[in-house]
C-alpha cells in the first residue's frame, strides 16, 4: 500500500536503493508540488554540534544537539525542524505540529523554555527532486512512502529509523531492517 506523494510523508528507501546519498534513509517531504519536492533525511545524525554550526548563538553555547545530515543540497545551508504547539513566525506546516524554518527567537524560546513536547532537529542540506523526479523514482521502485510520524522523528533512535520502518510496511523486508547498518554511511 503507498501513500499518495504530498507533504508530510515519510519516504522510505526500498533495500535495492544503492544511491550512497538516500541508501537506507528515511526522507520526511516538507514540500511537495508542481515546483517538485523538498525534504529532509531524519536518520543521519552527524558528529557536529549545532553549537558548531551557529558559534555567535550564545543559547547554544551549552547545548549538545547533533545536526542531522538532511541531504545532498546545500550542505552548508542550516534548516530547522520544529515541534510546537503554536505555528511560529516564518514556518512552513509540514504535519500537524510540525513545522520547517523558524528563528533564533523559535530557537531560543525551545530551549529555554519549551512546552512538555516542543523540540527541534537541525539539518544541513536538504534533499530535492524536481517536477517528476520523485514520480519516476518512485515507480522505478526506490521509494515506498508511508505518512509521517511527529513521535518517530523526534523521539525515536534515528539509527534504528529505517529499519523499525521497513519492518511495518512488509513482513518481507525484516531481513533487510535486521541487517547492520551500512558502514559507509557513518
Known amino acids: 500500500m503507498t501513500t499518495p506523494l504530498s507533504k508530510g510523508i515519510f519516504l522510505i528507501a526500498t533495500p535495492g536503493l544503492r544511491d550512497p546519498n538516500f541508501r537506507q534513509t528515511v526522507v520526511l517531504l516538507c514540500e511537495y508540488g508542481e515546483q517538485g519536492a523538498l525534504g529532509v533525511i531524519v536518520n543521519r545524525p552527524t558528529e557536529i554540534s549545532i553549537s558548531e554550526v551557529l558559534p555567535q548563538a550564545p543559547v547554544l553555547e551549552s547545548q549538545c544537539h547533533r ?3 538532511g541531504g545532498p543540497v ?8 520544529f515541534r510546537l504547539e503554536h505555528k511560529p513566525p516564518d514556518t512552513h506546516h509540514v504535519i500537524d505540529g510540525v513545522y520547517l524554518g523558524g ?9 529555554k523554555q519549551p512546552s512538555p513536547n516542543e523540540t527541534f532537529r537541525a539539518f ?4 530535492g527532486w ?4 520523485l514520480e519516476n523514482e518512485i515507480e522505478m521502485g526506490s521509494w515506498f512512502t508511508k505518512p509521517a510520524d511527529p513521535v518517530l522523528i523526534f523521539e525515536k533512535d534515528p539509527s534504528r529509523l ?5 519492518k511495518t510496511i512488509d513482513e518481507k523486508f525484516s531481513i533487510y531492517a535486521d541487517m547492520p547498518l551500512d558502514p559507509s554511511l557513518n
Open 67 to 69: 545536526v542531522f545530515a
Open 74 to 81: 546545500q550542505r552548508n545551508n542550516l534548516l530547522i525542524l
Open 103 to 111: 528563528d533564533m527567537e523559535t530557537l531560543d524560546r525551545v530551549l
Open 124 to 127: 544541513m542540506g536538504y534533499s
Open 130 to 133: 524536481a517536477p517528476g523526479q
Open 162 to 166: 529505517w529499519a523499525d520502518i521497513l
